[in-house]
């Protein structure tokens, strides 16, 4: 019986493999190792469930389950979705900086799913929100997330104003940190040429290895 239940929870705790840092705390891992050994299946899974929530503060599961399901969208849709509706019923509890994030990251893999007009809604969300917060990357990507999936007038709008917030963000950057922003895959959908800067990366100024590791945050949008 206990080895049909730990293979029937393998995939699941595959799932927290990137909370195995935290999952090594060994009181709280004691607890679920009990559940497991002496509980039933639902019982262990609501024992990993609140020991992900209890030690992961910034609600990262969210956000992964979201990213995932952008990912599996287009070759397994079922999972896709349920990913999905795991993502969305944590919403309610998420702080708005987090919740933001979700909405966005759902709104890709609904783009992902072929399912514009819910990405569309999704994404007006984010931007209402990020507007009134000043959470000006988020809008950035979500601007640039509706240029992709808008045409005629709302398209221009958004690549206008997403424009303007790019270059916002390069203003004032070393030009290897302009570069590294600039490259990001959803800026492509605003058509912001990075032409002038590309020589910085002909001559060697900046790795492929540093493009993949730098990062610029807005000063002015730390989390509430």
Same mark, same amino acid.
């Given at each position: 019986?206990?080895?049909?239940?730990?293979?029937? %929870?393998?995939?699941? =705790?595959?799932? @927290?493999? #990137?909370? /195995?840092?935290?999952?090594?705390?060994? $009181?709280? *891992? &004691?607890?679920?190792?009990?559940?497991?050994?002496?509980?039933?299946?639902?019982?262990?899974?609501?024992? %990993?469930?609140?020991? =992900?929530?209890? @030690?992961? #503060?910034? /609600?990262?599961?969210?956000?992964?389950? $979201?990213? *995932? &399901?952008?990912?599996?969208?287009?070759?397994?849709?079922?999972?896709?979705?349920?990913?999905?509706?795991?993502?969305?019923?944590?919403?309610?509890? @998420?702080?708005?900086? /987090?919740?933001?994030?979700?909405?966005? $990251?759902?709104?890709?893999?609904?783009?992902?799913?072929?399912?514009?007009?819910?990405?569309?809604?999704?994404?007006?969300?984010?931007?209402?929100?990020?507007?009134?917060?000043?959470?000006?990357?988020?809008?950035?990507?979500?601007?640039?997330?509706?240029?992709?999936?808008?045409?005629?007038?709302?398209?221009?709008?958004?690549?206008?104003?997403?424009?303007?917030?790019?270059?916002?963000?390069?203003?004032?950057?070393?030009?290897?940190?302009?570069?590294?922003?600039?490259?990001?895959?959803?800026?492509?959908?605003?058509?912001?040429?990075?032409?002038?800067?590309?020589?910085?990366?002909?001559?060697?100024?900046?790795?492929?290895?540093?493009?993949?590791?730098?990062?610029?945050?807005?000063?002015?949008?730390?989390?509430?």
């Amino acid at each position: 019986m206990l080895i049909l239940l730990a293979a029937s %929870l393998a995939l699941f =705790v595959t799932g @927290l493999l #990137p909370y /195995r840092h935290v999952l090594d705390q060994d $009181a709280r *891992l &004691a607890e679920v190792l009990a559940v497991i050994e002496t509980g039933t299946q639902g019982e262990a899974r609501v024992a %990993l469930d609140s020991t =992900v929530y209890v @030690l992961d #503060p910034e /609600r990262y599961l969210p956000m992964v389950q $979201a990213l *995932l &399901a952008r990912a599996e969208a287009s070759t397994d849709r079922g999972a896709a979705r349920a990913l999905m509706t795991k993502a969305k019923a944590a919403l309610p509890d @998420l702080p708005v900086p /987090r919740r933001t994030q979700v909405q966005l $990251a759902l709104a890709w893999a609904l783009v992902a799913l072929g399912e514009t007009a819910a990405a569309q809604q999704m994404a007006r969300t984010v931007l209402q929100t990020a507007g009134s917060r000043g959470f000006r990357l988020v809008s950035l990507e979500a601007r640039s997330l509706m240029a992709n999936i808008t045409d005629k007038e709302e398209q221009k709008t958004h690549r206008a104003v997403g424009q303007e917030l790019a270059r916002d963000f390069t203003n004032g950057l070393a030009p290897d940190m302009a570069l590294a922003f600039m490259r990001r895959p959803f800026l492509k959908y605003l058509d912001y040429p990075i032409t002038a800067l590309d020589s910085l990366d002909d001559v060697g100024e900046l790795s492929d290895d540093d493009l993949l590791e730098t990062e610029v945050a807005p000063k002015d949008s730390a989390p509430d």
